[in-house]
T-cell receptor, first 112, second 114 residues
Framework: EDKVVQSPLSLVVHEGDTVTLNCSYE??????LLWYKQEKKAPTFLFML????IEKKSGRLSSILDKKELFSILNITATQTGDSAIYLC????????????FGTGTRLKVLA | DADVTQTPRNRITKTGKRIMLECSQT?????MYWYRQDPGLGLRLIYY???????NKGEISDGYSVSRQAQAKFSLSLESAIPNQTALYFC?????????????FGPGTRLTVT
């Protein structure tokens, strides 16, 4: 059964810290891995990763995919209180349909 | 205006009642999805649709039904609500193009079944 596992489940840090969120998967083939940030309600898109080893970057956030070791990481440097959210990892399968498999999410709290 | 809207935003209903959650989108996307989110369980797929004539069950479709009334509208029904259907429900869309597989989510409907 296809599976996406995120770790840690929750994390509390102080402003200025750097955090690394993990997404590991047991999915035979997939089109893409996506990261979302969920603050109050709706998840919002952060990154889409398709190729292994190519880092995507947006400001203080960056992400990379390792297809050999079957994981992705999301890094946030110089964290701010506004980074407090649930971070979701999702994989889009290739088994004939466009179904997305989500991990349970990592809840990040950044203290001032 | 939001690209993906959901109504109602909050709803409290009693066990056994029928309830419909509605989703509309102005993205022009063919693909639409219904998820539920429970604490610690992430997003789980209930139903998805790739066009008006295409409806597919997701991993947790029991107790739910859907209707795709038009490209822009996708409704989720609970025929006879039960307390363990209390959750946050999201509608999402995607265009399925290889250039961008991201999903666009509505604001969510918080449903409580007493």
């Amino acid at each position: 059964e296809d599976k996406v596992v995120q770790s840690p489940l929750s994390l509390v840090v102080h402003e200025g810290d750097t955090v690394t969120l993990n997404c590991s998967y047991e999915v035979t083939n997939f089109r893409s891995l996506l990261w979302y940030k969920q603050e109050k309600k709706a998840p919002t898109f952060l990154f889409m990763l398709t190729s292994s080893g190519i880092e995507k970057k947006s400001g203080r956030l960056s992400s990379i995919l390792d297809k050999k070791e079957l994981f992705s990481i999301l890094n946030i440097t110089a964290t701010q209180t506004g980074d407090s959210a649930i971070y979701l990892c999702s994989l889009l399968g290739t088994s004939g349909t466009y179904k997305y498999i989500f991990g349970t999410g990592t809840r990040l709290k950044v203290l001032a | 205006d939001a690209d993906v809207t959901q109504t109602p935003r909050n709803r409290i209903t009693k066990t056994g009642k029928r309830i419909m959650l509605e989703c509309s989108q102005t993205k022009g996307h063919d693909r639409m999805y219904w998820y539920r989110q429970d604490p610690g369980l992430g997003l789980r797929l209930i139903y998805y649709s790739f066009d008006v004539k295409d409806i597919n069950k997701g991993e947790i479709s029991d107790g739910y039904s859907v209707s795709r009334q038009a490209q822009a509208k996708f409704s989720l029904s609970l025929e006879s609500a039960i307390p363990n259907q209390t959750a946050l429900y999201f509608c999402a869309t995607s265009d399925g193009l290889a250039s961008s597989y991201e999903q666009y989510f509505g604001p969510g409907t918080r449903l409580t079944v007493t």
